[in-house]
């Protein structure tokens, strides 16, 4: 137990080395370790990373959403709607319908010619066989229970239960991830999002200085979409109530132009885009450019082909940003979007187009800002209850063990140095939890040391040598250890799973904590024990 292989010896040396050398930039200023953007005096190949503070640390935003699933449900509607009027018009003959309707959870409307019902929901049947529709759901459920009455030429589209919970179900799932994206897109380091319950969102942004844009910039849906300008009447003929069928009015950011009235048809979805970054048009005024992907841009170069000196307009949230005339074919997948912009209003639309749109609204449950002043307090009371629980353990194993308690000690630095190292090295975040996670792994480390000592004790007490004793003592010790730091882990395992924020922290600091733990009261500590006895080959030892 006592004899260290050459090789043994080099590779604990080189791991606490490198937790030291992974530790070392959170003691150091920004200009002297850099950033991934900024490189500082320290050589290039030198760990810059820092250990991230979570929200009760440094302060932030934290936010808890809940997604608006009536929202989801009409969005379906108002799109099945649409579907099914393009569904009658896609093949000869037309299949004239009139009278569109939504009504909660199902779309009416009346066939024209009541003897072309058969062909009617023959066309209507691809609704069941779309994403969300059959294979998403078992062979046996269906996205919409379709009713029809021959005499009258009536047909109903109903949402069925199943397929509502699944729709709103994947909106949650896409609301996390389109959020993830946006908060990532303005560099926020670690931000922390979470499912809560069915239909609820949690979102902590530490560090965030404007929790105001952090706000809109998530509530915003930012459904973007491509439309025709309808010309089939006039604006205002259209504000008094004569819309055409299969066209809206919608407003606009443009003054001289407060409402549009544009063809319901979507030409490009904005879930084709691939690209977006903010610039400035030939003017010098701020814009932003976007770029769509292959499928994308065959349907935008082939509806500005077909009309040419027509307008179209690029709706986002319903609302116009800009309807230009097409000059010409734009067969290029790109394009540019100009108007009433500032460079941080340009830079948001741009985030929002490339993050991708909500899939729903977002409405905001509860708000709260914790301030910088709050952060550094808590900082200061975790630092202070470190160390004064770090210097009370030192302390103790001086006393009760004397030279032994000062290699208990060392690896003790050396635990606290490899914790700190892992931190930054994973960029985990620490939270106040996390603080007591590290106090708590101080115990468990000395825990492990005076099981080994005590063991020692008992060795020296029946009559071993001291070589023996020691030798026996972190033998019989080991597997003690080893059990209780493995339940400890399964217990740390489960907190990371399925907890949240400050649960999680705490979980990631105590698991962390084990593993350095045990490596430095098995190998550490009984390394430095080994120098010692080896060197000085005691007649005695004193515990």
């Known amino acids: 137990m006592l004899h260290f292989s050459r090789m043994k010896q080099i590779s604990i040396w080189f791991v606490i080395i490198l937790g030291l050398l992974f530790a070392l930039p959170n003691f150091l200023d920004e200009d002297i370790r850099g950033t991934e953007n900024k490189p500082g005096a320290l050589p290039k190949f030198m760990p810059n990373k820092t250990v991230n503070l979570g929200l009760d640390l440094q302060g932030g935003s934290y936010l808890l959403l809940e997604v608006n699933t009536d929202s989801v449900r ?6 099945t709607q ?8 896609s093949e000869r003959p037309i299949i004239p319908a009139r009278n569109f309707r939504i009504n909660d959870k199902t779309v009416t409307f009346n066939l024209s010619r009541p003897e072309q019902m058969e062909m009617a929901l023959e066309r209507l049947q691809p609704l069941n066989e779309v ?25 109903s589209l109903t949402i069925t239960d199943a397929a509502l919970t699944k729709l709103n179900r994947d909106a949650v799932v896409r609301s996390v991830e389109v959020i993830r994206n946006r908060i990532t897109e303005l560099g926020t380091k670690d931000p922390t999002i979470l499912r809560q319950g069915n239909s609820r969102i949690i979102v902590e942004v530490p560090g965030e200085s404007d929790p105001v844009r952090i706000k809109r910039i998530i509530e915003k849906t930012a459904q973007m979409t491509f439309h025709m300008v309808n010309t089939k009447v006039t604006i205002v003929e259209a504000l008094s109530g004569r819309i055409p069928p299969g066209a809206k009015l919608v407003k606009s950011s443009n003054p001289a132009e407060p409402d549009l009235l544009v063809d319901r048809r979507i030409l490009v979805d904005g879930a084709d885009l691939t690209d977006a970054q903010q610039t400035f048009n030939q003017e010098g005024q701020p814009a932003v450019t976007f770029t769509f992907n292959a499928r994308g841009s065959l349907q935008f170069g082939k509806a ?25 074919p734009i067969i290029g997948g790109t394009g540019l979007i100009d108007g009433s912009f500032t460079v941080e209003t340009a830079n948001d639309l741009a985030i929002l187009m490339r993050a991708g749109s909500l899939p729903a609204k977002l409405e905001t449950l509860n708000e709260r800002s914790v301030g910088a002043s709050m952060g550094d307090a ?6 202070i209850s470190l160390m004064v629980g770090f210097g009370a353990v030192m302390v103790y194993m001086l006393l009760c063990y004397g030279r032994f308690g000062l290699f208990a000690n060392t690896a003790l630095v050396v635990n606290l140095i490899l914790i700190l190292g892992a931190l930054s090295g994973l960029q985990a975040t620490l939270t106040l939890p ?15 040391n005076v099981l080994i000592f005590e063991r020692i004790r008992e060795e ?45 922290g705490f979980g990631v600091t105590l698991a962390i904590g084990i593993f350095t733990s045990v490596f430095t009261a098995f190998l550490f500590s009984r390394l430095l024990t080994s120098y010692w006895i080896m060197r000085a080959k005691p007649k005695t030892i004193s515990l």
């Open 304 to 328: 500005t082909s077909e009309n040419i000196g027509r307008r179209f307009a690029i709706l986002l949230d319903d609302e116009s940003i800009t309807a230009p005339v097409i000059r010409g």
């Open 434 to 448: 996390g603080i007591a996670g590290v106090i708590l792994t101080i115990g468990m480390a000395v825990d492990a």
């Open 460 to 504: 020296i007490a029946i009559g071993r040598t001291p070589m023996n004793a020691v030798e026996t003592g972190f033998a019989k010790a080991r597997s003690t250890i080893l059990d209780a730091n493995i339940t400890t882990l399964i217990a740390a395992v489960l907190l990371l799973l399925f907890g949240s924020g400050p649960v999680q």
């Open 82 to 89: 649409e579907e099914s009027r393009q569904l009658l018009r």
């Open 378 to 383: 808590a900082v200061r009371a975790g630092a």
């Open 131 to 155: 994403a969300g529709g059959q294979l998403a759901l078992g062979n046996n459920d269906k996205t919409f229970v379709i009713k029809s009455d021959a005499a009258s030429g009536r047909i």
């Open 74 to 79: 009409i969005n379906k509607m108002e799109a």
